[in-house]
């Protein structure tokens, strides 16, 4: 290939990860004990920013705040500055060029974000990453870096192997891609079941891909570069380059969700948190991690008091399975987050919680308003409720049923008389049904939706907004829809609002 990097010739669709986001990162901190920096007015850097479609929705949510991305690719960067163009964008700056060439001139930075870069990489680049979080650091500062993780990704090497010998004569990146695809095919139907756990493990892997673009099966698997790492393999280069461990992004595996004779096992065996890390991971074989660090030396105080959740917010997405949870001591009831985790528990406290965030989605609530809600509905004091509330919260957040956050809510859930949509959605509401919404994820919006959207510049009322929308049936734009306009119009208005794509 006779690009600069192969990002140009197979462009990475980046898109928005909550995961990544300085309020994602700043949650954890706080939890930890550190004080991040305000997420409204940071400085923040993404390394291998791609097209810009993780870093261009956070500058569009956060105008006080100060973005730096930087990719080798001037492919992507071209594609990530005309975004930022066509949004009027200016606290946000793209640079094509490589970390290899920075120096002491670009500053420091609040949040550093690098995802899907580190195992991708040569080690030289990998140790100026490290570096650049090292030496660019504010001193309260946070960074974010993912990577393929051991022992969990030896059940993915052999596939990839498998890959790139049977596409090593292919001409160029559209051949080994579709050459690719057709050894996933042949190895889904070939592999006999005489492999036995070699088989499941082949065919399980090879499942995973079916519904992947192309541009991920491209730089996962057929890259020159894809190391995975043992955390106390990464951990090591990241002290030797001046950085200590906080935290993970995201739902974690927890020492405490062990049985008690595990973990006092590994408690007796293991010397420090580091040693607990790597033997989870051990036991649950762990493929990918999304590690938080800080500057060595800045003190943490791991120990939560109630007093850490006062200032954040909360957010779920779990569902209830029952129509009408029992909210009954003891009456056992499901819950399901997106992505697949469940949850069954007969706690009070949690049943009332999770629900009450699941009726009022997307809607962000400040933890002290959520407290004395659920005391209220209890009959109790929120002093009396303040404490198992705070554990449950972090518990919950650690598993992935909530999501605690340090910033206010960017959106609205109620459209206002003159509906405002997010701008960067209506951009790309245009192309496609998925798009970025104001909780910095993607959704899938239906054509109707979408016409909407399109739609809410914040000048029109209901009576405008159907009368376009009357205009656009008659004209064919848009299929007819049964029942009155308005309220048709009334409803999409709602649907968008529990998509966390309005802005007013």
Not at 118 to 125: G, H, I, K, L, R
Not at 135 to 152: D, E, F, M, Q, V
Not at 402 to 411: E, I, N, R, Y
Request: with cysteine; glycine share 8%.
């Amino acid at each position: 290939m006779s690009s600069i990097t192969t990002y140009d010739d197979v462009v990475y669709g980046t898109r928005p990860r909550m995961v990544t986001h300085p309020d994602t990162l700043s949650v954890v901190a706080t939890l930890m004990g550190l004080k991040p920096a305000p997420v409204g007015k940071a400085r923040v850097l993404e390394l291998g920013c791609g097209t810009g479609g993780n870093l261009t929705p956070m500058a569009a949510l956060l105008p006080e705040a100060r973005f730096l991305g930087t990719d080798l690719s001037p492919v992507q960067i071209a594609e990530a500055e005309g975004m930022v163009r066509k949004l009027g964008l200016t606290n946000i700056e793209y640079r094509a060029e490589s970390i290899t060439d920075w120096d002491a001139s670009i500053g420091e930075f609040d949040y550093i974000i690098c995802h899907g870069v580190y195992s991708w990489v040569p080690a030289f680049v990998r140790e100026k990453i490290l570096a650049v979080c090292s030496k660019h650091l504010t001193p309260n500062g946070i960074a974010y870096i993912s990577y393929n993780t051991l022992p969990g990704w030896h059940l993915r090497t052999p596939v990839r192997e498998m890959l790139n010998y049977h596409v090593k004569d292919a001409p160029d990146a559209a051949a080994r891609i579709q050459g690719a695809r057709g050894l996933l095919q042949f190895l889904a139907i070939a592999v006999p079941e005489s492999a036995k756990t070699y088989g499941v493990v082949i065919k399980e892997e090879v499942a995973g891909w079916v519904e992947e673009p192309d541009y991920y099966l491209f730089h996962e698997h057929l890259e020159s570069d894809n190391t995975p790492f043992y955390f106390h393999q990464f951990m090591a280069a990241a002290q030797a380059a001046g950085l200590q461990f906080v935290g993970e992004a995201g739902p974690v595996p927890r020492l405490d969700d062990l049985p008690t004779n595990v973990r006092e096992a590994i408690e007796e065996h293991c010397a420090d948190l580091l040693q607990v890390e790597q033997y989870l991971d051990f036991l649950h074989g762990r493929r990918f991690r999304r590690t938080l660090l800080c500057r060595a030396g800045v003190p943490m105080e791991r120990a939560l008091t109630p007093s850490v959740l006062d200032s954040m917010y909360v957010s779920g997405a779990a569902k209830p399975e029952s129509d009408e949870p029992n909210m009954a001591p003891g009456i056992v009831e499901s819950f399901e987050a997106p992505g697949g985790k469940k949850a069954k528990t007969g706690s009070t406290l949690f049943k009332a919680v999770v629900t009450k965030l699941w009726r009022e989605l997307p809607a962000l609530i400040a933890v002290p308003d959520l407290t004395a809600q659920i005391a209220e509905q209890f009959s109790a004091s929120p002093e009396a409720v303040r404490g198992p509330m705070t554990q449950m919260l972090v518990e919950g957040y650690l598993s992935g049923m909530l999501t605690l956050h340090t910033q206010p809510p960017a959106f609205v859930v109620q459209p206002s008389e003159k509906p405002l949509g997010f701008p960067i959605a209506q951009i790309h509401c245009a192309e496609r049904g998925i798009v970025p919404s104001a909780r910095h994820q993607e959704v899938r919006l239906e054509p109707f939706d979408r016409h909407i959207l399109g739609l809410l510049d914040g000048t029109r009322d209901i009576e405008a907004l159907t009368a376009l929308v009357d205009s656009a049936i008659a004209a064919g734009t848009i299929s007819a829809l049964e029942g009155p306009t308005p309220a048709v119009v009334d409803e999409a208005l709602v649907r968008l609002g529990r998509s966390a794509v309005l802005v007013g």
